[in-house]
């Protein structure tokens, strides 16, 4: 049970992380766009 909790902790972390990567380039590619 922990060992998954743990591990779940983990994926959501990453899930989210890569999220905001994505979300950074996505702003930087419009700020290109309208500069």
Do not use: D, E, P, V
Not at 15 to 23: R, T
Request: no cysteine.
């Amino acid at each position: 049970m922990k060992r998954n909790l743990t591990t779940s902790r983990y994926h959501n972390a990453g899930i989210l992380a890569i999220y905001a990567a994505g979300f950074i380039i996505l702003m930087l590619q419009l700020r290109s766009i309208l500069a």
